[in-house]
Structure formats: structure tokens, C-alpha cells
């Protein structure tokens, strides 16, 4: 089934926007799900997807790194400037940057989810996970993508354009993405959720207590999805984490 990755425009009349950015490899479908939801609630939702990451060409994902991420997250942040109120959300790599806008510029909220600030990667646990990445993506062009417990239900994940393998800077670039972040979690102002699945075996889920810990919110709150994997916004729990992220925004 062809699946739609276009850039997502959910518009409402108030003036309150939500921008929600995807993960590693993924796309704009990984959060369609969440953007409608938050767009019946009233909000306007920005989802694009970057630069690159539309192409089942694997040579056209190599193009893309931390640069143009950030870029693409600056522009898409800067395309909701007309509205009173912004609000930034992201799923796994996608959180890093959402985290990153928090820290450079400011949004009313932020809502980073499963996001990778310690990495749960098993096979190097007792290794420098970035310095792990770094000397493969200076060894190797790919890397091999393990999709095991991505989600625990593949209902709606089954359709996502996956590649079996990854540009090898992917990780790399990712992990320091998140060495930002971490070193900069204090600079963090804007009322945070942080969304944890228990069953993710991408990030050490200790990552979300460590967050709130560091940022500088005076509202930050902690909801744990029982039962899905790292992708949980197409996983067992999607329905009660949107209805979490919605909530969290109305109390804003």
C-alpha cells in the first residue's frame, strides 16, 4: 500500500500551532496519527516531512544529516510565527530536535517523545555509544536497521517505507544531536511531557527521568506507555498518548 509522506497542513482558525516532527528515517506518516488527533482538538498541526527523507532512494536519505535537520526544523518553526502560541513535539530523533527548538528558540511547549538522550543500544552498553558510531560511519557507507519491537503491534506500522539499511552517519549525527540536548537540557524554559514507552529498545528509558531532572521547566510531566515499543505513536498505546499530548497542551 502506497502511503502518504507529504508534508502535513492541519489548519484551524485560533492561534495556537503545534509542529511535530518525525524520527530517524521516518516520515510525516509516523505522526499523522497524533496531528489529526491534536487538529479535532482545535489546534493548527505543521508536520513536515525533511529534506530527503521522501524517496525510497536510499541515495537521496544519505543527503541528509544534523545540518539539514536543524535547518528543516528552524524553517518549519519559523512557518508557525504568525500564530500567539507554539507548541513543538517530536518522536525520537525528532524529539532531539524539538528539544533543540526549545533551547534556541523558545516555544510555548514542548513534548519530546522516546526520546534518545541515552541510547539502548545492549550490544555496546559498556562502550562510548557515539564514538561506537562515529568510527562505523567512518568505516562503512550502511549500516543494517533492526525493526525488532519498533512496535509490538504492526497494524498500522506494517505500511511504513522502511529501509533495511541506513546511511551510516545516521546514528552518528543522531547521538550528537542528543549530546546537545543533554548538554543543554538547563536552557530548557517551556512547560514539557516527556512520553516514554516501556517497551523501547532504542533508548534507555532512564533517558525521561534524567530530562525532567535537568530542564529548567516549572511544569514537567512524565507519562510512561505500558505497552508499546519505541514508535508508540502507531503502537498499542497511540490512542492514550494522544490524548495525553492534547491534554497537556489544553492545560497550557
Given at each position: 500500500m502506497e502511503i502518504d509522506v507529504r508534508p502535513i497542513w492541519l489548519e484551524n482558525e485560533g492561534d495556537k500551532a503545534v509542529l511535530l516532527i518525525h524520527g530517524l528515517a521516518g516520515t510525516s506518516f509516523e505522526v499523522r496519527g497524533l496531528a489529526e488527533h491534536l487538529h479535532h482538538e482545535g489546534l493548527t498541526v505543521?508536520?513536515?516531512?525533511?529534506?530527503?527523507?521522501q524517496s525510497r532512494d536510499l541515495k537521496d536519505l544519505e543527503k541528509s544529516n544534523i545540518e539539514v535537520w536543524k535547518k528543516d526544523a528552524e524553517n518549519a518553526y519559523a512557518k508557525l510565527s504568525k500564530f500567539r502560541k507554539i507548541y513543538v513535539g517530536g518522536i525520537s530523533n525528532g524529539g532531539s530536535l524539538a528539544s533543540y527548538l526549545?533551547?534556541?528558540?523558545?516555544?510555548?511547549?514542548?513534548?519530546?517523545?522516546?526520546?534518545?538522550?541515552?541510547?539502548?543500544f545492549s550490544i555496546f552498553?559498556?562502550?562510548?555509544?557515539?564514538?561506537v558510531f562515529?568510527?562505523?560511519?567512518?568505516?562503512?557507507k550502511y549500516l543494517p536497521r533492526f525493526d525488532y519491537q519498533m512496535v509490538r503491534d504492526?497494524?498500522?506500522a506494517k505500511d511504513?517505507?522502511?529501509?533495511?539499511?541506513?546511511?551510516s552517519h545516521f546514528t552518528y549525527h543522531g547521538m550528537v544531536l542528543a549530546r546537545f540536548v543533554r548538554e543543554n537540557l538547563s536552557k530548557i524554559t517551556a512547560p514539557i511531557l516527556v512520553v516514554q514507552a516501556k517497551y523501547d529498545n532504542r533508548v534507555d528509558p532512564k533517558g525521561a527521568e534524567l530530562i525532567l531532572e535537568a530542564v529548567s521547566s516549572e511544569v514537567k510531566e512524565l507519562y510512561y506507555a505500558e505497552n508499546s515499543g519505541h514508535v508508540v505513536v502507531l503502537d498499542v498505546d497511540?490512542?492514550?498518548v494522544f490524548k495525553v499530548v492534547a491534554d497537556f497542551i489544553r492545560r497550557l
Open positions: 505543521y508536520a513536515p516531512t525533511l529534506s530527503f527523507h526549545a533551547i534556541t528558540q523558545k516555544p510555548d511547549g514542548l513534548i519530546t517523545i522516546c526520546p534518545p538522550i541515552i541510547p539502548g552498553r559498556y562502550m562510548d555509544h557515539e564514538k562515529r568510527w562505523l560511519s567512518q568505516r562503512f504492526w497494524t498500522l511504513l517505507p522502511r529501509f533495511r539499511k541506513l546511511p497511540r490512542e492514550a
